[in-house]
């Protein structure tokens, strides 16, 4: 290991997850786990990379196709919410 490098050991289910998002962006793993992790420690937390982006994009995209909750429903759920039903 280089000075300043450092190996981090992840479970298997994570590991497939990451892999299968990279292969899907057309990211090698170690490249894509980088970008999230450079997103995820940056100085600005507010300020995100493309990594961020593509991973929140494949999320709404995910969610659209396996059916999520409109939006419209959300809405009104969140205008009722903590009232008694």
Known sequence: MADGDITLTIDAALAMRLKAV???L????DEYARQ???AYTGLDPHKHDQA?????ER?????ERDGGVPWEEVQARLSNFGQKR
């Open 52 to 56: 961020y982006w593509d991973e929140l």
């Open 59 to 63: 999320i709404c995209n995910e969610t």
């Open 36 to 38: 999230l992790l450079d």
């Open 26 to 29: 057309g990211k090698s793993l």
């Open 22 to 24: 990279s292969d899907g």
